[in-house]
């Protein structure tokens, strides 16, 4: 399933602002696990916790409720929408009415919260972190800031730095397909001016979009904000707006099998945990071969140290000696 990412939100909220900012909240909605759906103005928004958000002109019926939506339906019913922003350019989306705040939480399972005078007076669910908690008369705290503007090359591969940045994975991958780079490449290896144009074509991205769906046999497969080199062989559909695209597709989106999606959960966490592991196998095996490379030098310091032999180590190897704690420090 398509989940979202920072620069779709970025994109709904361009789109949704013009149309909201300054109408009025007419209802709330509950259709189903984890989905909302609010109507303000003459837009009708859904938001499936923790997977997308957008306007939407399929409306499903439903008699379902909770007590979230029955505070908010009290709370804000006739608010006028004053605002809508993303904090801190991620996953995260804000409703600010002149009688509240609705926050949705795009992260993770997601979450939706009712905030009143800087207070949590609802959620979808409360939950609680080591630096952070969503609790009923608590004041509402986002999560700190962990996006990056700016590309950080490490020695890690280079989608690790990239998914730090303001877009989504699948932007980042598009990105480095378009300039011919292999997302497995250690990002302190590419040269000043690569890095340049990765940060340009992330640019270009964002400032040329156009929301696409991609068809297989009359059958929508996914929607992105730009042409995917990945669904080059592909029918595609440009759309005037990203939540007709996300429409769209989720309109066609035959939801998996229950223990199926659990499974594809868990492979994907564990292809991150492969991912992460073979970069500390890298890491390991560049101080294996170092050590190796220098393994006289090292048993020489070793039997030098042994045998207190200490200015001859500083003597040689230019070595900083610590005789209170025993420890010898050598660059090799």
Not at 1 to 18: D, K, Q, R
Not at 74 to 82: A, C, F, I, V
Not at 152 to 174: N, T, W
Not at 182 to 200: M, R
Request: proline share 3%.
């Amino acid at each position: 399933m398509h989940i979202f990412s920072n620069l779709e939100y970025s994109f709904i909220i361009a789109e949704l602002g013009p149309k909201i900012i300054g109408r009025h909240m007419h209802k709330i909605k509950k259709i189903g696990e984890k989905i909302y759906r609010i109507k303000v103005g003459d837009e009708d928004i859904i938001c499936e916790l923790g997977i997308r958000l957008h306007s939407t002109n399929y409306l499903e019926q439903s008699a379902l409720t909770d007590k979230f939506v029955e505070k908010v339906e009290k709370e804000l019913d006739n608010g006028k929408l004053t605002s809508i922003e993303q904090i801190n350019n991620d996953r995260i989306i804000s409703f600010t009415f002149n009688k509240g705040k609705l926050v949705f939480e795009m992260f993770a399972q997601g979450n939706v919260i009712f905030i009143k005078d800087d207070k949590i007076v609802a959620a979808a669910k409360y939950e609680s972190w080591s630096d952070r908690e969503i609790k009923a008369n608590s004041p509402y705290n986002p999560p700190k800031p962990s996006v990056s503007q700016k590309l950080e090359p490490s020695e890690k591969y280079i989608i690790v730095s990239l998914m730090k940045m303001p877009f989504g994975k699948e932007y980042a991958l598009e990105a480095l397909s378009r300039l011919k780079i292999d997302e497995k490449t250690p990002g302190k290896s590419l040269s000043g001016n690569k890095l340049q144009q990765l940060e340009g074509e992330l640019s270009s991205i964002k400032s040329n979009s156009a929301p696409t769906a991609f068809y297989k046999d009359g059958k929508v497969l996914d929607f992105a904000l730009t042409k995917l080199s990945k669904y080059s062989d592909l029918e595609s559909k440009a759309f005037h707006s990203l939540s007709k695209a996300a429409d769209e597709y989720y309109l066609n989106f035959e939801k998996p099998n229950p223990k199926l999606e659990k499974l594809n959960e868990r492979l994907e966490k564990q292809e991150q945990r492969l991912t992460e592991l073979q970069e500390e196998e890298k890491a390991f095996k560049e101080k294996g071969d170092h050590i190796y490379n220098n393994y006289e030098k090292a048993s020489e310091i070793i039997g030098l140290a042994k045998n207190v032999q200490f200015d001859e180590i500083e003597r040689k190897y230019k070595g900083k000696i610590n005789k209170k704690d025993k420890s010898v420090e050598v660059e090799l």
